[in-house]
Nanobody, 122 residues
Framework: VQLVESGGGSVQAGDSLRLSCAASGRTFSRYALGWFRQAPGKEREFVAA????????YYADSVKGRFTISRDNAKNTVYLQMNSLKPEDTAIYYC????????????????WGQGTLVTVSS
């Protein structure tokens, strides 16, 4: 599966953004999907994940209550709605897919997009 992220940009603290990740292939619904992010000088970290049906979701503590992951299997797309953005949310955001069960573990995801940059200024 190939993944292409979009929706990044530069915003002010407190603003909202919605990231999208479009996937190729006809087996999209078989994949669990995740969003990860990498800030300058830091390791890539887990943000949110969703299982194949959308019924199970996981969030990092740092984004819980502010970010929402969702998916539309008919459109082969996963979304990350980001509200109340903070400067510490500044990072490149990556979409990832796994044929396994939904997980927060970065190394479980075999397929990755190229990333989209989110910059939040104070």
């Amino acid at each position: 599966v190939q993944l292409v992220e979009s929706g990044g940009g530069s915003v002010q603290a407190g603003d909202s953004l919605r990231l999208s990740c479009a996937a190729s292939g006809r087996t999209f619904s078989r994949y669990a999907l995740g969003w990860f992010r990498q800030a300058p000088g830091k390791e890539r970290e887990f943000v949110a994940a969703i299982n194949w049906s959308g019924e199970t979701t996981y969030y990092a503590d740092s984004v819980k209550g502010r970010f929402t992951i969702s998916r539309d299997n008919a459109k082969n797309t996963v979304y990350l709605q980001m509200n109340s953005l903070k400067p510490e949310d500044t990072a490149i955001y990556y979409c990832a897919a796994t044929r396994g069960v939904v997980t927060t573990a970065r190394n479980a995801y075999a397929y990755w997009g190229q990333g989209t940059l989110v910059t939040v200024s104070s």
